[in-house]
Each structure stands twice: as C-alpha cells, then as structure tokens.
Nanobody
C-alpha cells in the first residue's frame, strides 16, 4: 500500500510560479512511475508530466518549457515546478504513482488557481 501526500497548491497571478510536492509512503524501491495530472472543471483529467525510476520524463504539450518535474529518490517525493503560469493552468492537480508490480495510486488533489 502506498499513500500520497500532496502540498503546494494555491492561488497565483498570471506569470507567477508554484511548486507542488507529492510525498509517497512505502519503500522507495517499489515505486517506478511518478507523475502529475490535472483536471479542470468540465474537462477530462490530463497528463501534466511524469518521470520513471530510469530517468525518463514526459510532458504534456501545453506545459512544455514552463513546467519541470523532478524526483528526490531519498525522500520518495516528486515535485512539479510550475513557471509562467496561465489562467488555463487552473485545475486540481493530482499526483499518481505506479509500483513495480503495476499497482497505481492517486493523491487527494491540490487546487491551483491562476487569476489576476
């Protein structure tokens, strides 16, 4: 069983920055994939960024060049640095991890609001 604790959401003006964190319980060696997804009102949940234990990273087209995903293996934590935020980035952001045995877990979500 893996539990996820997200933090770092909030409200920011357009052009601002936020950093999200997602700390996973459980043994570090059991987690392969860590990623961030988001869901805006009335829209489907979409991939923001993900990273694997092998160092592969992937970004959604709408955030490339603005967001950066990183992972601290010692802390079993994944981060999402979000720069140059736009109103269309407003959504609930969810952390997702997948273990080496392909069990998937979701965080509770954290609200990000970009507004002037």
């Amino acid at each position: 069983q893996v539990q996820l604790v997200e933090s770092g959401g909030g409200m920011v003006q357009p052009g601002g920055s936020l950093r999200l964190s997602c700390a996973a319980s459980g043994r570090r060696s059991t987690i392969n994939y860590m990623g961030w997804y988001r869901q805006a009102p009335g829209k489907q949940r979409e991939l923001v960024a993900n990273t694997t234990s092998g160092g592969f990273t992937n970004y959604g087209d709408s955030v490339k060049g603005r967001f950066t995903i990183s992972r601290d293996f010692a802390k079993n934590t994944v981060y999402l640095q979000m720069n140059s935020l736009k109103p269309e980035d407003t959504a609930v952001y969810y952390c997702r991890v997948v273990t080496v045995l392909n069990y998937a877990y979701w965080g509770q979500g954290t609200q990000v609001t970009v507004s002037s």
